[in-house]
């Protein structure tokens, strides 16, 4: 008897199995952000396959927040049409959705939001993004938790089955939690219990917005891999523990941040022709230098978050976990849900190459074909449709 097959709840939403399509920004928006109909084609067929829940790739809550010259938006209702449309095809296909929910805080570009970025703290240039970020007054921070409660009842309005706070790879909420990143001294910052007030803030409003017949989550880096302490397992247990206490469902763990360990999100190959290759010629000296540097030093390996997963497994019992990062054979994944490690497998890479993979599974194959070329980076930075182009 599969594991993965089994059903499982998130709240009161009962998923057919423990698969789950971890958020991978599709780059398939129109500029304005709007999904086009490649999203409703490439998310029909991947809940036709049975999917036990698809989060779509990130949404942002305001422009300043905006990742990718072509993410899709939740700022406003005008997007409203689109994203309706990407809810209905996921459950006429029979699978459950729920939004990932993003602002990218010091991680984007002017040449993408018009503006300079915004941060909880200043703090150092970093070698990715080389953010010079303008520090959130009370007041915007205050404003931008509206703009995540507006996008909630928008999402909510829609129909969606769950939502997912983006806390993870670095962006706006990562930077909050994380000790490195958050240097404020007012009550935002300070104490681990301060940093998580934003947190705190945004799903309490989120709690006020849902209906009973959907679920919370949050995809949070339980590792920063940042030059000073940032997030660590430990710290990102006593974080679930509160997320627990607040009646919020699962957490999806991952690591990383885009700005000071990016490669730590992704593990495998750094195809540094390709990456180098889609900067724009300006940049590609610059990038050249700062890659390839880490070539060779994120070497894959199967579950590279299953020890901090276990970690907070261990430190709070009740919250059900989405294991993501590097997940590539049957058998793996069967023995991490049997041994109780995690509740959900999620994977990003491997449906980019194999749209169609839940049915292999189903059918019995080993190993999902994703090899960790990462060459599929190399597109989104490029901000083209995603596509796996490994040889
Ligand atoms: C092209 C691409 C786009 C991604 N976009 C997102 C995103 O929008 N939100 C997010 O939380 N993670 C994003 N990720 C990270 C994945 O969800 C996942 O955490 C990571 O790839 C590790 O899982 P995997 O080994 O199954 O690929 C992206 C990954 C890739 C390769």
Redesign the pocket.
Known sequence: MSRLFEPVKLGEVKLTNRIMH??????MADEEGNITDRHIERYSVLASTGIGLI?P??MHVNDVGR?GTH?ASISDDRFLPGLGRLVDIIHANGSKVAF?I?HAGRQTFRKVTGQRCVAPSKGKLDPMFLARPRVMSPAEIESTIDDYAEAARRAFELGVDGL?L?G??G?LVNQFLSPFFNRRDDEWGGSDANRFRFVREVFNRWLDLKPASSFLMI?LSVNDFTPQRGITPELAARYTAWLSEMGIDCV?T?CGTGSFSNMN????DLPLKEMVGALPPAKRPAGWLVMRRMVGKFDYEEG?NLEAARTIRAAVPRMKLSL?????HAEYMEKVLEDGSVDMI???????RELRLVDELRKGVSQVS?V?C?K??A??VKNEP?KCSCD
């Open positions: 971890s958020a991978t920004m599709e780059s989060v790739g990130t990742f993410s990932q993003q997912q983006h993870g790879h962006f995809k999806e991952t999100i992704w593990r495998g590279y993501v990062g590097g997940l590539r999620s994977m990003s890479r491997p449906f980019i994703c960790n990462n599929c980076l597109t989104t995603i």
